[in-house]
Structure formats: structure tokens, C-alpha cells
């Protein structure tokens, strides 16, 4: 048998939140296998119909929980907004908290419902689309299989990287993260026309749970006036004054009140201030107290606001350091509008690339537990599975923003320039 020929038959499955170029993914996915005279199975709203699965109770239907992809399906699709398959934030490795529960039948169950129901529709391949928390879904079924008999059959196992945060580790960026930025920049540059309008502030928070990618990219081509992401939670803005401690809510307020005063004495009576949403993951426990938080511990970031917490503390700060005069400064959060847009050129392009990597990976290569990656000019890369998930938790490592590096020098560069950008302006008023 040549390398390759034991895959005749793949199955897609696109998990988690929505991003810009998921369908360019998708549909370069099963073209290229499509072409190849190889079968494709989309199935529908990521893991959630294959996680039921049972072979009596809780069957899989063609239409119904996943469809048999003809080229009609896919083809003119790549530049069309949302998730084709439609998704879901499903987790069949929920329960497994660390290898040992991989031996675990109760804990292994949905793993077991997902084996099952692939190898029960014949399916040989299986391409998995989404972020960290997918990538740790399809790294346990690689492990999951490796615990079965040797006779057992085996579905090889191929990741793509998706994430509009653009905190993967093993590839340079992501699809959907460019669109996500440009749709955002946009907004913040409609909002800092506002806040000149109005001699006020924004205080706007974005997506960004765990690194500050998205939030530093939206600032840098938004033009904002400052950019605050988790990557700069230091001793000066924690509670107990070292890097680990908790997020101290007033110095943070500080930090941007330092900011517009700067401004102000400069001439500058408006702008905008973006901050990571994974800020929130820093505060104090009696800060966040009341907001819910999932399977793994996670806050609900939407239920913090973060963007309204600081910019209320940021004016009650800069009116006593001014002696009584109110500034206004207007908090808002971004991100949803995003994941559906449009997707830009270069998303689509990184996209199809990746989607058109899980066929070589799959047949050319002959890889199984591989994470599919793109570097320099859309040149493809398979980074072992292993690489990327810690071995004790079993959790996707994520990419931060150095401080060391050039796009975090790049950031701050461009904030002291925006306090000198306004060289003349009208009588604009400094109190609201």
C-alpha cells in the first residue's frame, strides 16, 4: 500500500467560536481531497451531534448530524462569512483532567462516543478545526487511541489552528485574526472621530483571553492612544507589587489617567485607550465575585466588563488629581462583530493554505497527532502534537507577546508618538 491509501474516507469537524476564513479553510480541505477521489463528511456544529453518538440510541444521520461533501457544497465559498458546517464549543475531553484519566471509562466517554461513531461511518482521517481547547480535544483522541488494543482501529488525527486571538503556539498567525483586527481598528478609528467630537474618551475592551495579540494589533492600526493586555500586568500594577500577584484595579485606572493627562497637557483633550479582555483572568477574586466561570475555571468575561470597571474607577481618579474636573470617558466592548466579517485577502489566502495542508499531511505525508502550521510565504509545517500540549495537564500552551520583542517596542514606540501626533487642533473643551 503507498503512503496515503489507507485514507479514503475523512471527516471535518469545525469547534469553538466562529472566525473570518472558515470557510475558506473548509472548503480547500475537501477539494482537495474531493479531487483526489477520496470521500469528505462535514459534520454539523462541531462536536456536539458525534459527542451523543450511540449505535442504537443515538444514531448518526447523513443530512441531519453531517452531510457526504460534493464539490457543490464547497465550491465559491472561501470568501463567505461564518462557519459553513456551522460550529459549537462541545468539549468531549471535558472530563479528563490529566492522563491517568484517560483510563477512566466514565471520564473517557464522550472520547469513546466520538471514536466510535468515526469508525462506525468508516471514517479514516479526521480534520480538526479550532483553538486550544480543540487542539486538546484531538490530542486526547490521539491519546485515547493509543490506549486501545493494537488490532483496534485507528482514525489518524489532524489539527488546524484557528483563533482570532492569535495565541497558538507553532505558527506565526492564525486565520481570522487580520479581518478581526481590521474590523476593530475600523471601529476604533469611528470612535477616536467620537471622542474628538466630543472632547471625551473610550475605554474599549477586546477580545483576548489569554495574550494580548488582538488587542495590541487593533491599537497599533487603530491608532489608539494606549494598549494594555496581560503581557503588561507587572509589579507596578499588582496588588502586592510582584509580576504574579493580582491585578490591582486602581493602578490600571492610573496607568491610563497618567496617559490623558499627558494628553492634556499637550493639547489633546480626547482618544482612546484599548484593553485586553484577559485582564479580567488577573483581578481579585472579590472583584469578579458573582461572574460565572466554566468546566476548566474560566471567567465569563462578558459578565466582568472590564471596560466599564476601569473607566469608572479612571474618573473618579483623573477628577481628584484634577482637582474636581470631570472628564468623561465612555467604556466598550468588541469582538463579536468581528468573528463573522468578512474575511480579509490574507486570511483567505493562510486559510486555504491550511485547509489544502491537512490533505498533504494526512496523505502525502502519511502524519497522525500533527498540528498543521504555516510560516514565511504560506510555507507548510507539521508540528507534532506533543510539542504544543503540556503533558501533565494536557492543555495547549499559549503564545504571548514578549516584552523583548519588536512588536511590543513597536506598540509602545507608537503611543508616545500618539501624545505628540496633534500639533494644532480647535479650542476643544477639557471639561464635559
Known amino acids: ?17 466562529p472566525a473570518p476564513a472558515a470557510n475558506a479553510v473548509i472548503s480547500a480541505a475537501a477539494v482537495s481531497f474531493m479531487e483526489d477521489g477520496r470521500e469528505v463528511l462535514g459534520f454539523f456544529h462541531g462536536y456536539s451531534n458525534l459527542a451523543r453518538y450511540h449505535p442504537t440510541t443515538s444514531r448518526l444521520l447523513p443530512d441531519q448530524h453531517y452531510r457526504v461533501l460534493q464539490q457543490r457544497d464547497v465550491r465559491g465559498m472561501r470568501n463567505t462569512r461564518g462557519v459553513q458546517l456551522g460550529t459549537a464549543r462541545t468539549n468531549p475531553g471535558s472530563e479528563v483532567r490529566g492522563p491517568e484519566d484517560l483510563d477512566d471509562p466514565g471520564r473517557t466517554r464522550s472520547l469513546n462516543a466520538v471514536y466510535t461513531g468515526l469508525v462506525d461511518l468508516g471514517v479514516d482521517g479526521l480534520i480538526s478545526i479550532g483553538g486550544d481547547g480543540t487542539l486538546r480535544s484531538a490530542n486526547l483522541l490521539v491519546e485515547y487511541q493509543r490506549r486501545l488494543p493494537p488490532e483496534a482501529r485507528k482514525v489518524a488525527v489532524v489539527h488546524l489552528p484557528k483563533t482570532i486571538d492569535n495565541d497558538y503556539r507553532g505558527i506565526d498567525f492564525t486565520f481570522g485574526f487580520f479581518t478581526a483586527v481590521d474590523v476593530m481598528a475600523k471601529e476604533i478609528e469611528n470612535l477616536r472621530a467620537d471622542a474628538a467630537a466630543t472632547s471625551s474618551w473610550f475605554i474599549v475592551e477586546t477580545m483576548g483571553r489569554k495574550a494580548g495579540w488582538l488587542s495590541y494589533g487593533v491599537a497599533i492600526a487603530g491608532e489608539a492612544d494606549l494598549v494594555l493586555a496581560v503581557e503588561d ?44 479582555e484577559g485582564l479580567s483572568e488577573r483581578l481579585p477574586d472579590e472583584v469578579v465575585r458573582g461572574a460565572s466561570r466554566d468546566e476548566y475555571g474560566q471567567l465569563s468575561l462578558g459578565e466582568v466588563d472590564l471596560a466599564r470597571l476601569v473607566s469608572n474607577r479612571a474618573m473618579a481618579i483623573h477628577q481628584q488629581r484634577t482637582g474636581g474636573r470631570r472628564k468623561k470617558m465612555k467604556p466598550l466592548q468588541l469582538g463579536y462583530e468581528s468573528r463573522c466579517a468578512p474575511p480579509h485577502a490574507f486570511d483567505v489566502m493562510l486559510g486555504s493554505q491550511l485547509g489544502i495542508g491537512a490533505y498533504r499531511a494526512l496523505v502525502e505525508e502519511g502524519l497522525d497527532a500533527h498540528m498543521v ?35 511590543y517596542r513597536l506598540a509602545r514606540f507608537l503611543e508616545e508618538r500618539a501624545d505628540r501626533r496633534d500639533e494644532w487642533s480647535p ?5 464635559d
Open 373 to 407: 502550521s504555516v510560516s514565511g510565504q504560506l510555507d507548510l509545517h507539521y508540528v507534532p502534537m506533543n510539542k504544543l500540549i503540556d503533558p501533565v495537564s494536557l492543555l495547549a500552551e499559549n503564545r504571548f507577546i514578549g516584552r523583548e520583542s519588536d512588536l
Open 1 to 17: 500500500m503507498r503512503k496515503g491509501d489507507h485514507i479514503r474516507r475523512v471527516a471535518i469537524v469545525f469547534a469553538g467560536g
Open 233 to 276: 500586568v507587572d509589579a507596578s500594577l499588582t496588588v502586592d507589587g510582584t509580576d504574579g500577584g493580582a491585578l490591582d484595579l486602581d493602578r490600571l485606572a492610573e496607568r491610563i489617567v497618567d496617559s490623558v493627562l499627558s494628553c492634556e497637557r499637550r493639547g489633546k483633550h480626547d482618544g482612546v485607550v484599548v484593553l485586553a
Open 427 to 431: 479650542g476643544r473643551r477639557s471639561e
